[in-house]
């Protein structure tokens, strides 16, 4: 019984600090990748993290020496966890902007098989992902995606038309082999 009570406690507090609930509303997005959450049939999940999405065609790594310390350091986190499963690219150019986004994203990837990723450094990758966003995607208003980065986005997705001469749908789609 104990046991119990203390999963439930121990996922109470994991969807707490996840953000879990509604979503406030928000500015207009290039895209909605939480809707992109569909997996696809059959496969292993690493399986899935191989299917080629827009946005890995995007930089594969990123500068951070100007970041703080602590975010320097989370990033080598984010880095070692992150690469067990897929490229760095899908992240670092994924179109999750807001820390919202960051959340749903970190507590998705937490929830894979295999992945033995602890809250403490969830926490660390995600406020890497949320300042990192602030920095290279976002206005000042942290909700709004600036014309740069949406100018990059569609790069990521002419790049995406190039490389399998299709149009780019959804990672929706892209998973379910459409």
């Known amino acids: 019984m104990k046991t119990w009570r203390m999963a439930v406690g121990l996922a109470v507090a994991g969807m707490l600090w996840m953000g879990a609930g509604p979503a406030p509303a928000r500015k207009a997005r290039a895209e909605e990748p939480a809707k992109a959450a569909a997996p696809a049939a059959g496969g292993s999940e690493k399986d899935k993290a191989k299917i080629k999405l827009a946005w890995d065609f995007g930089d594969r790594k990123l500068d951070v020496s100007k970041y703080p310390a602590e975010i320097q350091a989370a990033y080598k986190d984010f880095e070692n966890q992150c690469t067990k ?24 990837m937490m929830s894979k098989p295999g992945c033995e990723m602890t809250m403490e450094k969830a926490k660390r990758i995600h406020k890497f992902l949320t300042h990192d966003s602030q920095v290279r995607k976002l206005k000042a208003d942290g909700q709004t995606v600036t014309k740069e980065w949406q100018a990059y986005l569609d790069e990521l997705k002419a790049r995406y038309k190039k490389a399998t001469g299709k149009e780019w749908k959804s990672p929706a789609a892209a998973l379910a082999g459409q």
């Open 85 to 108: 499963c897929h490229d760095l690219t899908r992240p670092l150019n994924a179109p999750y902007a807001t820390r919202e986004e960051w959340q749903r994203y970190v507590k998705r």
